[in-house]
T-cell receptor, first 117, second 114 residues
Framework: DGGITQSPKYLFRKEGQNVTLSCEQN?????MYWYRQDPGQGLRLIYY???????QKGDIAEGYSVSREKKESFPLTVTSAQKNPTAFYLC????????????????FGDGTRLSIL | GEDVEQSLFLSVREGDSSVINCTYT??????LYWYKQEPGAGLQLLTY?????DMKQDQRLTVLLNKKDKHLSLRIADTQTGDSAIYFC??????????????FGAGTRLAVHP
């Protein structure tokens, strides 16, 4: 079955530590996204990537980094510079790419819950 | 600016209809989406409507769009306990190169009781 796989489901970070959240998709989508969800709030965009080897900052990129070396994978690193990392992190993908596909919906993984030790 | 607003909570009796409302600000949005989130899970795409449509029906779901008032609603007929979840409205902004940015509301928590 095609879909988006996020791992791990739960993650704990120690102070001063960087942690990496995995996101893999087998939908052959060009565009991938990372969102942060805090209780009682909607989703906020951290980073997005339209194509391999290219990515752009979203609305709340500070303290995060990403890479897009493969079409299927878009890992997110939460660095020690992110002072309030406790949240639910969601990865999404869409067909993206050419403009004619720009309105295709985004599909989401099941999320990773990150907490501070 | 970018803003999508929803009421935060809705309680309905099993078997009744639920109506979840949403207002958005960007009149150039071409697609508007409804997503469902169950506890501890990701977002599931429920349905979406193109901005040149007034209504879209998909089984128990009916989406109404009033483009003049920038108002979107999701009606769930014969609401079941399995419909209990958080429902997110989202509008899309399209940028050059095919990138689309979703602007989400804060979500409406639907509670279905016997």
């Amino acid at each position: 079955d095609g879909g988006i796989t996020q791992s791990p489901k739960y993650l704990f970070r120690k102070e001063g530590q960087n942690v990496t959240l995995s996101c893999e998709q087998n939908l052959n989508h060009d565009a991938m996204y990372w969102y942060r969800q805090d209780p009682g709030q909607g989703l906020r965009l951290i980073y997005y990537s339209q194509i391999v080897n290219d990515f752009q900052k979203g609305d709340i990129a500070e303290g995060y980094s990403v890479s897009r070396e493969k079409k299927e994978s878009f890992p997110l690193t939460v660095t020690s510079a992110q002072k309030n990392p406790t949240a639910f992190y969601l990865c999404a993908s869409s067909i993206g790419g050419r403009r004619q596909y720009s309105n295709q919906p985004q599909h989401f993984g099941d999320g990773t819950r990150l907490s501070i030790l | 600016g970018e803003d999508v607003e929803q009421s935060l909570f809705l309680s309905v009796r099993e078997g009744d209809s639920s109506v979840i409302n949403c207002t958005y600000t960007d009149s150039s949005s071409t697609y508007l989406y409804w997503y469902k989130q169950e506890p501890g899970a990701g977002l599931q795409l429920l349905t979406y409507i193109f901005s040149n449509m007034d209504m879209k029906q998909d089984q128990r779901l009916t989406v109404l769009l009033n483009k003049k008032d920038k108002h979107l609603s999701l009606r769930i007929a014969d609401t079941q306990t399995g419909d209990s979840a958080i429902y997110f409205c989202a509008e899309t902004m399209v940028f050059s190169g095919g990138y689309n940015k979703l602007i989400f509301g804060a979500g409406t928590r639907l509670a279905v009781h016997p």
